[in-house]
């Protein structure tokens, strides 16, 4: 089976006045049919489609050549050899706590198993333009200052 995405012009949210191809909706087809555009216009009377080659669907953009994952934020640049978007500044790595739990086993032994948690969750303050973390043990945000490469509190 072949995934088909019908191609529609929309606003770019970050660009007034210019338009993007998005994807609208998506069909499927046999994997047989090769002229996917010529099927789906003898199918629907109209519009533009294009086979989906990987996990792309409703959003995605289409750049003529291939699909893209839609920007999220303004500041975001692509970078065309990994087919991702990136943020003005590298996202820092949250440092991580150890959790050990003990447990009994089927023949009384002690069991003890670790993991390693992340501290922060993550996200881009788009506003700010910089990274935030929420810290779930203390309940407070911090961001993540470019120049001392720590975490300081909101």
Do not use: H
């Not at 660009?15 to 002229?35: L, T, Y």
């Not at 003005?88 to 706590?97: A, Q």
């Not at 303050?125 to 309940?139: F, T, V």
């Amino acid at each position: 089976m072949k995934k088909i995405g019908k191609i529609i012009n929309k606003q770019d949210p970050f660009n007034v006045g210019q338009k993007i191809k998005v994807i609208s909706s998506v069909i499927v087809i046999d994997e047989n049919i090769e002229d996917v555009s010529q099927y789906c216009l003898n199918l629907y009377k109209s519009g533009e489609w294009q086979e989906i080659i990987g996990n792309f669907g409703i959003g995605s953009v289409w750049t003529g050549t291939k699909f893209i994952p839609q920007q999220q934020y303004a500041s975001w640049t692509f970078d065309d050899t990994n087919n991702i978007w990136v943020a003005p500044i590298e996202k820092p790595i949250s440092p991580v706590f150890t959790i050990t739990e003990t447990t009994i086993d089927a023949e009384n032994n002690e069991v003890e198993e670790s993991w390693e948690v992340d501290i922060y969750k993550i996200y881009w303050n788009e506003s700010n333009l910089r990274w935030q973390g929420y810290n779930a043990q203390d309940n407070n945000t911090y961001y993540w200052n470019l120049d001392s490469s720590t975490w300081n509190l909101i």
